[in-house]
């Protein structure tokens, strides 16, 4: 790690849980007419159900305003989504929201999706699980030794709901019962902001993810629906030499669009 990414570590995670602000994981008030129903929420069904999955523009843009005022916290600008975001697949949005957290932080962006990644990210999102080293594709070695890898799961109604969870909410919530994060058993344990460090790559120690100055990662995405909820999965390795083929890269299928 460069001495300029060491001390941007060293900052980058949050000190407490940043409540989301709208809220989307509640309804707000509703109000009924005739049959159906109309929540502060525009996630919320007019059933009063939460949606398995939801691509909706009024819904993305309540939990991207919750994301935003998250950002604003941390010093960040405002997050934009490219202006093909409605026509991309739920996993591609997975890959785009990646990278945006990453250069927010000046951080490399991931270069695109690996079907071989993507097929292990899927088979973790169908079991409802973290992804695992993916097989046929040529995993490269970090500098703390291990595979230079990194991964993150968690259910929900939309992608931009995940990354939330994972990027501002992923800390101690003050009892084990309120927090999502549940290799973080206390406010000092060391899995506390584990997925955000995994995705980042700055946590050599307990995470090492593929390291915050890893420049030719490639990312595999999942997404299935499971017992009513979306799960989603993020899986990122480093190449061993030439960066393998992609289905979908930031340069050719994102840059132009934000």
């Known amino acids: 790690m460069s001495a300029a ?23 707000g008030q509703c109000t009924q007419s005739g049959s159906t129903w109309s929540c502060q929420n525009p996630c919320v069904t007019s059933t009063l159900t939460w949606p398995s999955v939801s691509n909706d523009p009024a819904c993305t843009e309540y939990v991207l305003g919750a994301i935003n005022v998250a950002r604003q916290a941390e010093g960040l600008v405002p997050m934009a989504l490219p202006s093909n975001w409605y026509s991309l697949t739920t996993p591609e949005q997975l890959f785009v ?42 995993i490269a070695i970090d500098p703390q030794g291990y595979p230079a890898m990194g991964g993150a799961w968690s259910s929900g109604f939309s992608v931009l709901a995940a990354d939330y969870i994972w990027m501002y909410d992923d800390g101690w919530g003050g009892s084990v019962n309120a927090t999502f994060n549940i290799v973080c058993t206390s406010a000092n344990a060391a899995g506390c902001w584990a997925h955000r460090d ?8 307990f995470n090492p993810g593929v390291g915050l100055d890893c420049a030719n990662a490639e990312m595999g995405v999942g997404f299935a629906v499971v017992n009513g909820s979306g799960s989603f999965v993020d899986l990122i390795e480093q190449p061993k030499g030439t960066a393998p083929a992609m289905t979908f890269t930031w340069a050719a299928n994102v840059v132009p669009y934000l």
């Open 5 to 27: 990414a060491a001390a941007l570590a060293a900052n980058l995670n949050p000190a407490v849980n940043i409540a989301p602000s709208p809220n989307f994981l509640q309804s």
């Open 97 to 138: 929201v990646a990278n945006l957290e990453r250069t927010a932080r000046g951080l490399p962006p991931y270069l695109g999706i690996n079907l071989a990644l993507s097929a292990q990210a899927q088979q973790a999102a169908t079991s409802y699980a973290d992804p695992s080293i993916a097989t046929g594709f040529p």
């Open 198 to 205: 995994e995705l980042l790559g700055y946590d050599p120690g």
